[in-house]
Nanobody, 118 residues
């Protein structure tokens, strides 16, 4: 069973930077992504990256501030978050095993909390 473990979330002030890490226990995934969910809101797409890193895509709310990257040798994907805003406060989830037929991810991590104070 594949496990995804996120880390790096914590309380920061607005304007700060954080880097989240997602470690996969096994497997190499063509597409890996990040999502987030704030209290009382639906889960929101943040970013995805392809195997080589040549293709990345970002949600409108994070475009220009967040950068996704990956280290295939160590089964890790990262999310560098800059210029954080209070509205970035959420639990951030890593996802892997994308199925283009259903447009869903098969594997999800437990999440890491990011809190941005104003």
């Amino acid at each position: 069973q594949v496990q995804l473990v996120e880390s790096g979330g914590r309380l920061v002030q607005a304007g700060a930077s954080l880097r989240l890490t997602c470690a996969a226990s096994e497997g190499t995934f063509r597409i890996m992504g990040w999502f987030r969910q704030a209290p009382g809101k639906e889960r929101e797409f943040v970013s995805f990256i392809n195997w080589s890193g040549s293709t990345t895509y970002y949600g409108d709310s994070v475009q220009g501030r967040f950068t996704i990257s990956r280290d295939n040798a160590n089964n890790r994907v990262y999310l560098q978050m800059n210029s954080l805003k209070p509205e970035d406060t959420a639990v951030y989830y890593c996802a892997a095993g994308y199925d283009p037929g259903t447009r869903t991810y098969r594997y999800w991590g437990q999440g890491t909390q990011v809190t941005v104070s104003s």
